[in-house]
């Protein structure tokens, strides 16, 4: 009878070993099959931001382009959070019960990035920030964070020096009036986004080391917006009649919109002088159209590539091939370089 027993616990022993085992390498053999499909989030803090909206769109050809070459299909989620922080946060957690594999998070509020992160290394899935960067504090929390943007300082030498440039070459395209000065206004984009105050400081600090004899008139802000900017220029271009010759703006759409309210009130281009930062289509036009005196452009293929690539490749469980901060080429464009 004891050696019945005994018997009996070797036998169960042996089996429950054995299924555990089958039932491991089953599900290792699972883990190691390649992956025929991902699923990637991406969250924008605002889809009606120019710039945003084509870098959404440039991401969206690099999905197509991934399905095409590797044969996995992709869901990419896109979700707009028009500007709220708390949308987001619920956006997050929505792509999480969806079993997304890999998170592009562009933050409504930078400072914010922490909550996001909780979330996600609590779900085991990486974020590739872009576009609004997170405190390096938040970055450093896990080597499966990644960040994707353009340099702001670099953004802004290249502005500042297209400025340097033109002076250099003929005093009269800025210093409009001839009175020895360049007289500016400012607009600038949100306070809280680390490329407003980096661009402004830079940009001027440029025109500085490069004895461009500047003076500024006025600024304010317009949070990257074609419709606020061109609010404000139109109250400068009243309280100061023709004074303004250059207009330096954080980015492209604020230089449209101070040039909408140069149309809107008869002033002709020319008779004042203005830069933008991006080299989005719009911006381009107005380049070619000589309403635009220059601006500078992001390799917006490679920004999205870079996005793209690193969330494809951590969602099918790859190595990325990219450093975790990863900066975008940019350059300068004026009518001599315009495409
Ligand atoms: C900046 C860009 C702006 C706006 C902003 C949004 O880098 O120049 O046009 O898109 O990002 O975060």
């Not at 054995?18 to 699972?30: D, I, N, W």
């Not at 996600?120 to 994707?148: C, K, Q």
């Not at 980096?198 to 317009?222: F, N, Y």
Request: charged content about 25%; aromatic content about 6%; glycine content about 8%.
């Amino acid at each position: 009878m004891k050696k019945r027993i005994i018997l009996a616990a070797a036998v169960l022993f042996v089996c429950t070993a054995a299924f555990l085992l089958t039932a491991r390498s089953e599900k290792e053999g699972e883990q190691e099959a390649p992956k025929t499909s991902i699923r990637i989030g991406l969250l924008l803090y605002r889809g009606d931001d120019t710039f945003i909206g084509t870098l959404r769109s440039s991401i969206e050809e690099c999905a197509k382009g991934y399905e095409q070459q590797t044969g996995i299909k992709v869901t990419l989620d896109v979700m707009d959070a028009k500007g709220s922080q708390n949308t987001q946060n619920s956006q997050v957690e929505r792509l999480i019960s969806l079993e997304c594999d890999a998170l592009c998070v562009n933050m409504v509020d930078r400072a914010a990035a922490s909550a996001v992160i909780d979330k996600a290394l609590a779900a085991g899935l990486p974020v590739i920030f872009f576009n609004r960067e997170p405190v390096e504090e938040d970055m450093n929390r896990s080597d499966r964070l990644y960040y994707v943007g353009a340099d702001a300082k670099e953004s802004a030498v290249l502005q500042g020096k297209l400025l340097v440039d033109a002076y250099k070459n003929n005093p009269d395209s800025l210093d409009l009036n001839g009175d020895g000065k360049v007289s500016y206004v400012l607009l600038e984009g949100e306070t809280s986004h680390q490329d407003s105050l980096i661009r402004t400081e830079w940009s001027i600090q440029t025109l500085k080391d490069g004895e461009v004899p500047i003076e500024r008139i006025t600024g304010g802000i317009a949070n990257w917006e074609r419709s606020q900017a061109s609010a404000l220029m139109e109250q400068w271009l009243l309280e100061y009649p023709g004074q303004i010759e250059l207009a330096i703006c954080n980015n492209d759409d604020m230089a449209l919109g101070a040039i909408d309210a140069m149309e809107r009130n008869g002033v002709a281009f020319g008779a004042i002088r203005l830069v933008g930062i991006d080299g989005t289509p719009a911006g381009q036009e107005a380049l070619k159209a000589g309403k635009l005196l220059g601006t500078v452009e992001s390799d917006r293929e490679f920004y999205a590539k870079a996005i793209f690539e690193i969330a494809a490749a951590l969602a099918a469980g790859e190595e990325t091939g990219y450093e975790k901060y990863v900066w975008c080429p940019q350059r300068a464009l004026t009518e001599s370089n315009r495409r």
